[in-house]
T-cell receptor, first 111, second 114 residues
Framework: EAQVTQNPRYLITVTGKKLTVTCSQN?????MSWYRQDPGLGLRQIYY???????DKGDVPEGYKVSRKEKRNFPLILESPSPNQTSLYFC??????????FGPGTRLTVT | AQSVAQPEDQVNVAEGNPLTVKCTYS??????LFWYVQYPNRGLQFLLK??????LVKGSYGFEAEFNKSQTSFHLKKPSALVSDSALYFC????????????FGSGTRLQVQP
């Protein structure tokens, strides 16, 4: 089954404790992206990647890092999480950056 | 910079009535336009897209959208609403010539009453 998977689905952590949210797709898509969803703000792009070893900042990249060492994986790294990074995070992939397939989301709470 | 506006936070409609969810956009060039739907506790699902060609685009679950270049709009429509259509709807745009990043609107909650 074609899908985008994210882990963990729920995470509660404390300020400053490094964490990684994994994202994997099995559709051989070149384009992958991370978004955060906050009430009233819709989805805002954090980082995107157009292929292996090619990443670029989205609209809200501060406080986040990504890597794309393999085509299927695109982990999101928060090296020193802060409470304003409490949000719902979505990973997405697509063949050409158009119709995107979204993962189920990761709800992160930073206390 | 590209942007999307969804002027209504919520749209209420009775089951069986037609529905419209509004979207206007701004891009520097020609747009790619999308509608996505989000059900509770789920990720976003693709509904339909406009790339080029016919201004009326048909998508999943009986939804359609009309591209209007002069009004820079891409409203989502359905002739007869179902209670199961109740969800959060997002419009998104990207510049055809620009970076491959989608810009999403803030979302419109559709509530269909039985």
């Amino acid at each position: 089954e074609a899908q985008v998977t994210q882990n963990p689905r729920y995470l509660i952590t404390v300020t400053g404790k490094k964490l990684t949210v994994t994202c994997s797709q099995n559709m051989n898509h070149e384009y992958m992206s991370w978004y955060r969803q906050d009430p009233g703000l819709g989805l805002r792009q954090i980082y995107y990647s157009m292929n292996v070893e090619v990443t670029d900042k989205g609209d809200v990249p501060e406080g986040y890092k990504v890597s794309r060492k393999e085509k299927r994986n695109f982990p999101l790294i928060l090296e020193s999480p802060s409470p304003n990074q409490t949000s719902l995070y979505f990973c997405a992939s697509s063949l050409r950056g158009d119709e995107q397939y979204f993962g189920p989301g990761t709800r992160l709470t930073v206390t | 910079a590209q942007s999307v506006a969804q002027p209504e936070d919520q749209v209420n409609v009775a089951e069986g009535n037609p529905l419209t969810v509004k979207c206007t956009y701004s891009v520097s060039g020609n747009p790619y336009l999308f509608w996505y739907v989000q059900y509770p506790n789920r990720g976003l699902q693709f509904l339909l897209k406009y790339i080029t060609g016919d201004n009326l685009v048909k998508g999943s679950y009986g939804f359609e959208a009309e591209f209007n270049k002069s009004q820079t709009s891409f409203h989502l429509k359905k002739p007869s609403a179902l209670v199961s259509d109740s969800a959060l709807y997002f419009c998104a745009v990207r510049d055809r010539a620009g970076r491959r990043a989608l810009t999403f609107g803030s979302g419109t909650r559709l509530q269909v009453q039985p």
